[in-house]
């Protein structure tokens, strides 16, 4: 992939703290920041949480792409791979209704538990993915992307660099020993959520029992008083680059393209 090319992503998904916490305000700073810089981002969307809002959906469409991030988020990977036609398939077709629009990529709810999953790329494949995005690069792992081959087709499984909540080190989902500490200035595929930008201590169990609970929390305690700080730090970041920001669906046509 072109060192110049920029993939930003948004999980749009709910608060682990509070599932019913109305999180388009957030969504909304997020677009505007994006506005800015003229970034082209992909949305990943967990359908049965924002289909009441296809207004949202269909604004966001006109300049990102729109994608799947499961029917309805599980709380554990077994749970979702229990549901996955429910959570793939019937996912797709509620948001591509929505945005009149095919929907070509897909995100696991759990970040690296389905690298290199042959069979769910197949499955994906099956119901009409172009790409699946779910599993993070680290010290081991330092490719863009994985190729495979169905039916004389390409399917592409991408590897993300880290999730952007603040622009250092210590804030990434996963703080790898040894790894180079500057690392964001060399990143190309960074992930956000909505839910990382707000105030609200969470409550001890789910601090250390949800599976966003153990990295998220603490930035609770940074935003507790000024929780726009995030917001300020994210547009710094951006502005910081200088890149061609595209869509996972840009990249799939360039490299096959189309």
């Keep these: 992939m072109n060192d110049n090319i920029f993939l930003f992503s948004v999980d749009v998904e709910s608060d682990f703290t509070d599932k019913n916490r109305d999180l388009t305000e957030n969504v909304i700073k997020i677009l505007e920041i994006f506005d800015i810089f003229s970034v082209r981002a992909t949305f990943f969307i967990v359908a049965e949480i924002w289909k009441e809002k296809k207004g949202l959906l269909q604004e966001i469409s006109k ?101 952007l909540i603040l622009p250092f080190p210590l804030s990434s989902l996963y703080l790898r020993i040894f790894y180079p500490f500057n690392f964001l200035k060399r990143a190309s595929n960074i992930i956000i959520h909505p839910h990382d930008y707000l105030s609200g201590i969470p409550t001890v169990s789910k601090w250390l029992t949800h599976p966003c609970g153990w990295w998220t929390s603490p930035l609770r305690f940074l935003f507790e008083r000024n929780v726009d700080k995030g917001f300020i730090l994210l547009k710094n970041y951006i502005g910081s680059l200088n890149k061609t920001f595209l869509s996972y669906n840009d990249v799939v046509d360039l490299l096959f393209k189309k």
Excluded: W
Aim: with cysteine; net charge negative; charged share 30%.
């Design 63 to 163: 300049k990102h792409e729109i994608a799947c991030h499961s029917m309805t988020h599980p709380d554990s990977k077994k749970e979702f791979d229990e549901n996955i036609i429910r959570e793939a398939l019937q996912s797709k077709h509620i948001l591509e209704d929505i945005v009149q629009n095919e929907i070509k990529g897909f995100r696991s709810p759990f970040l690296n538990s389905h690298h290199n999953d042959e069979k769910l790329m197949s499955f994906l494949y099956d119901c009409g993915f172009k790409y699946h995005s779910s599993c993070l690069k680290s010290i081991f792992l330092r490719k863009e992307y994985n190729i495979f081959d169905f039916n004389n087709e390409k399917f592409v499984e991408f590897y993300s660099d880290r999730l």
